[in-house]
């Protein structure tokens, strides 16, 4: 058996969440090939072949992958499917909008954002915003799979050596062009690996406010992330959304403040190991899921909590 | 131009949800059930559309069991012009959603079909993607900003990393976002309206379309429970725990 990985990365660096799709594609079994379809992106290539797990590593270079278009990649991966018992991605956005384009070339029914590889073909995934666990087998010739990162641990960056091989096969479809994109330039670590993470909600009442929380961050080396209702708001901007239909994380610490705990909200942190928050509603769904709850007016509490950092000297690992 | 809308009927996003006691699937007998809130934000787009004269004709479109058809009548009198319900009892999967789609575009040839870029029930994320695989048409999803743009049309997608911009060719699938809009509530008078409006009836057979699953739903589980709860007292003592006790700053 053979499992072919497709790679996220933004032709400079490999995603983190490719390592993550690496081990769980490893726990169904099979030798692991790593698809990496950009443009420019010969150091990606050269990353994924280090990895551990990894067998081979196939790059397709050409400028209609570049931006990672799924109308262009989508066949791509289609063509090159037959060899393969598996087809996996990690379930970011690129991954979210490429697979099921393919799926549907290949006339397969995808299997989304996995929790758990229970056998070859049984999976478990989260459904209804997580307040269920789904227990799936698939019928399908070839699985394909997404892979939600924070239920498996990164495979090694380093310790692999696999062949890197160069393959023909991309078009641009000519159905869309990529403009541009506006991405938030963060000197944070990525909230979706970050060891902390610390959120806020419509509590903050503006986006001013959250430089509050930045300042936290920095002392602790967290990522800042944000409710919907913060998002909405134009607190900040949409990647910060933790949730159902934002990101999910599951750091050592989270820490929500002005955050009610709505199931959508819990669905993008509740496996974090520490939950802290900060609420002045004592009876906020929050604290039901709280760790460690603070029943205080963010205000005073989230100052105060910078300035008690601060006074015992502690730092960010 | 005209809009195609696929609607689900959900369970209610402010329902509890429970598991069966066994672990067959979760338990929808006298529970809330209304339309995906992301395509209420679809239908939204394409009424908005018919509103501003760039779209003619929206169609609202379910496959699902008869009290479907409630959800295809709130897209109605949410400004949808007629509708068509596919009748099936049970659960369908995206890809025999998508293909029945695919089959329903080919009769009613419309320019554009937006979706919700998720059913809050399955949680699959794949509906229009395997559409437009399925059509060969452009694809642009998780789309929070719609515009006209010669000949085509331009969208804003919120990505992992910010937001992206990208411009397809038209016939376009868009699925939506949360931020594209906010949907509106039918007012009484359009309501009463809407009951009037065509909602025609087809099945699976008619389309041509084998509805088996691929996946075996081996059991479906309540998920770990949290034992939270535990207050502290003071900001020291929230340090003092996280450091001392939990250590994890
Ligand atoms: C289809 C769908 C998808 C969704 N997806 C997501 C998602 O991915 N992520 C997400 O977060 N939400 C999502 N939501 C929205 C979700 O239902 C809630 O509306 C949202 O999470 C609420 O955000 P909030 O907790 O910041 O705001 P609120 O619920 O308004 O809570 C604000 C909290 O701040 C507290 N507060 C106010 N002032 C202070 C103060 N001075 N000091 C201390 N505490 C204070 C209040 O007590 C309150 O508990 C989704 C909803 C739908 C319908």
Known sequence: MAILVYADHNNAELSTATLNAVTAANEMGGDV?????????????????????????????DAALKDHLAENVAPLIAGMASGYSHIVAP????????????????????????????????FVRPIYAGNAMA????????????????????????????????????????LSSFEGAALSDNERPELTTARVVISGGRGMQSGDNFAMLEEVADLLGAAVGASRA?????????????????????????????????????????????????NKDEEAPIFQVADLGLVADLFEAVPALKAELEKQGIQAR | MKVLVPVKRVIDYNVKVRVKADQSGVDLANVKMSMNPFDEIAVEQAVRMKEAGTVTEVVAVTLGAEQSQETLRTALAMGADRAIHVVHDGELEPLAVAKMLAKLVEEESPDMVILGKQAIDD???????????????????????????????????????????VALKM???????????????????????????????????????????????????????????????????????????????
């Open chain 2, 171 to 249: 016939p376009a699938i868009l699925t939506v976002d949360l931020r594209l809009n906010e949907p509106r509530y039918a007012s009484l008078p359009n309501i009463m309206k809407a009951r009037k409006k065509e909602i025609a009836k087809k099945t699976p057979e008619e389309l041509g379309v084998d509805t088996a699953p691929r996946l075996t739903i081996v059991k479906v589980e309540e998920p770990p429970k949290r034992q939270g709860g535990a207050k502290v007292g003071s900001v020291e003592e929230l340090v003092s725990k996280l450091h001392n006790d939990v250590g994890v700053i």
């Open chain 2, 123 to 165: 949680d699959a994320n794949q509906t229009g993607q395997i559409l437009s695989g399925l059509l060969g048409w452009s694809q642009g999803t998780f789309v929070s900003k719609v515009e006209a743009s010669d000949g085509g049309v331009k969208v804003t997608r919120e990505v992992d990393a910010g937001l992206e911009t």
């Open chain 1, 230 to 278: 913060a998002v909405d708001a134009g607190y900040v901007p949409n990647d910060y959304q933790v949730g159902q239909t934002g990101k999910v994380v599951a750091p050592e610490l989270y820490i929500a403040v002005g955050i009610s705990g709505a199931i959508q909200h819990l669905a993008g942190m509740k496996d974090s190991k520490v939950i802290a928050c900060i």
């Open chain 1, 33 to 61: 090939t790593v698809l990496v379809a950009g443009d420019g992106c010969d150091a990606v290539a050269a990353a994924a072949a280090k990895v551990a797990g990894v067998s081979k590593v196939l790059v397709a270079q």
């Open chain 1, 91 to 122: 379930a970011t956005t690129n991954g979210k909008n490429i697979m099921p384009r393919a799926a549907a070339l290949l006339d397969i029914q995808q299997v989304s954002d996995i929790t758990e590889v229970v056998s070859p073909d049984t």
């Open chain 1, 135 to 174: 227990t799936v087998q698939s019928t399908d010739a070839i699985k394909m799979v997404t892979v939600r990162s924070t239920s498996f641990d990164p495979a090694a960056e380093e310790g692999g050596s696999a062949a890197v091989e160069a393959v023909g096969g991309a078009a641009d479809a000519g």
